[in-house]
């Protein structure tokens, strides 16, 4: 089995012969404590902590940093100067009311991210391929344009689909360019693929990078039985510069970009766990030029796997489980309905109910949901149909 990809993007990135446990932790804290004596220098939010560590394991013994401090600490938090800043990320958490964060970013923070990109995408593409990127595009360094740059640099062409198009946009997009691989988020996806089938159309997509947003199981599932090849799962935040963890040939798990995150997992009482507990996912991120975290408590739910059959050296996660208010199980227990191309959720007094659009009996969305089939609304899809969600999935 081909090894893991990020790897050999660490040994190039960091002048390494090769790769090893002990190289890859050794790194990590020298860059730890290369961190912690910035902060006490620049005397901002982390002054009070320690200046260096003896060793990884004394990590737990710093404070965490939540969303809150995030958003309230800004000014603190920013270990360089504004004209270095080359792009801020600003919004709520995972697009709902969380607390909203500014997350600045410099040059050579992007740079990073890409070639951490390029190396997971090279895991499913390469040359000559066309690879329909269905990401928000919001600028020359927003995620959309970061991706298309690390498409390209393996040789491989970028389509930029971008997100809120129609179905019969798409439908044009597909049979004008016929990608073979596909990046952008899992239930557009899949509906999509059932779209183009349920007019007996060519898909032309046969492999895919799905992140963005949640990844539920039933989802997942129905696309890769439609593809007939497995996905190649990506998870990432601003927190991180975007890039965090990709899959490998395995397609178990997810390798940490360890280089420039260490991860912790630790459960309710903020203590970190053992391999294979599942809890929070903590980040410290290391060789971040603009904005640094220490501890930064995610949200965000997985655990550590053991070593990968690839026999890659990073450390890998578990799919993640983002905090939210439960879109991400109904997402998989709708999508297991054939025929359902979209659907959004809502609150009431009563109960959930749910708009959808698909070619299936609204009684079989009910029990998947488990919700009085009276709360259901169904429309078929049409070439005018744009998604129900204009970015993360949400119960609203």
Known sequence: MKRTALDKWICETEGLPRLTRP??????????????????????????????????AELEHLPFTTAEDLSSNAAGLLLTS???????????????????KRVFYTRRDL??????????????????????????????DGLGELIC????????????????????????????????????????????????RLGGRETYIRRALVSGDACPEGVCAEIERILGTRLFPHYGSREMCLGGAVTCAAHE??????????????????????????????????DMEAMPLIRYRTGDMTRFLPPCECGGVTRRIDRVSRAGDGMEALDSALFRVPGLIDCAARRDAAGVSISAVGSCPPDALARAAGIDPARISLEPPTPQTKPLYPAKRRIE
């Open 23 to 56: 190289a890859l932790e050794a790194l990590q804290l020298r860059r730890l404590n290369a961190l912690l004596a910035r902060e006490r220098a620049r005397g901002g939010f982390y002054k009070d902590m320690p200046e260096r560590l003896g060793s990884l």
């Open 82 to 100: 504004q004209a270095e800043v080359e792009r801020i990320i600003s919004g709520a958490t995972s697009g709902t009311t969380g607390p909203v």
């Open 111 to 140: 740079e990073h991210t890409v070639g951490f990109f390029a190396a997971g995408i090279s895991e499913f593409t390469g040359p000559g391929d066309a690879v329909l990127v269905a990401m928000p595009f919001s600028g020359p």
């Open 149 to 196: 740059r690390a498409v390209e640099s393996l040789g491989a062409r970028s389509v930029r689909a971008g997100v809120g198009r129609s179905l019969g946009e798409l439908d044009a997009l597909l049979d004008a360019e016929r990608p073979s691989a596909y990046i952008g988020m899992s239930v557009p996806l899949l509906g999509l693929l059932r779209w183009r």
């Open 253 to 286: 798990g997810m390798h940490l970009r360890e280089n420039h995150v260490l991860a912790e997992i630790i459960g309710g009482d903020g203590r970190p766990l053992p391999e294979g507990e599942r809890g929070e996912l903590v980040i410290t991120t290391l």
